[in-house]
């Protein structure tokens, strides 16, 4: 990653817009055979986005629910001093940021899966290259909003309303024996015995 504008002031969550960086990525590419054109071909590549994905799912990993980005889009270029996107120093100049993306910005807080791109870029050298791409919006929260809407459980002990009446009842009684269980190798003291059955618990009751 080059870049990460950071978004979120006065939204329920962050979400950004990141750059990747691309002789790093475009080595990576060429090393997994995966054949492109340009920086906007290379970042549109579902790999490359699966890519940064994962990358940004570990740094959420480390943070606290209200730090972790909900959504990210890969820009098809890279901010620039020359649009203004930047300062010489490469400090973000968010103010540009915010105006120059607005419709992709408010795409983002909209919900929509995705925001369609058709724009001219310039180069250094004077010459310009017209984008028409579609950037997908990437949302992390997704998978677990999913499993919420079916009916699975977000947390232990959580009930899930929408199983069968059978499978509720089982769900009962295996929760009830492994909390049992539990309290009965708390009351023995066994700290490792007890990581263990704690683990076995979440996954029955889960």
């Given at each position: ?34 054949a492109f054109t340009t920086y ?82 310039r180069f250094q050298d004077g ?17 677990p909003a999913t499993l919420a ?58």
């Amino acid at each position: 990653v080059a870049e990460a504008v950071i978004l979120g002031a006065g939204r329920e969550y962050l979400a950004s817009l990141i750059c990747i960086r691309y002789a790093v990525v475009a080595k990576w590419a060429e090393k997994n055979r995966i054949a492109f054109t340009t920086y906007s071909d290379l970042a549109s590549k579902p790999a490359v986005v699966e890519l940064v994905r994962k990358e940004v799912e570990k740094v959420n990993a480390g943070l606290t629910e209200v730090q972790r980005i909900a959504k990210f889009v890969l820009l098809y270029k890279e901010l620039d001093a020359d649009d203004g996107e930047l300062t010489r120093t490469r400090k973000v100049r968010r103010g540009v940021i915010n105006e120059k993306y607005a419709d992709l910005i408010g795409t983002i807080y909209a919900g929509a899966p995705s925001h369609r791109v058709d724009t001219v870029i310039r180069f250094q050298d004077g010459t310009t290259q017209r984008i028409r791409t579609t950037l997908p919006v990437i949302d992390l929260t997704a998978a677990p909003a999913t499993l919420a809407a079916a009916g699975t459980r977000t947390r232990l002990g959580a009930p899930a309303p929408n199983l069968p009446p059978h499978l509720m009842d089982r769900l009962r009684i295996s929760r009830k024996f492994t909390l049992i269980g539990l309290l009965v190798l708390v009351a023995l003291g066994n700290d490792d015995v007890v990581r263990i059955s704690w683990l076995a618990a979440t996954v029955v009751v889960w």
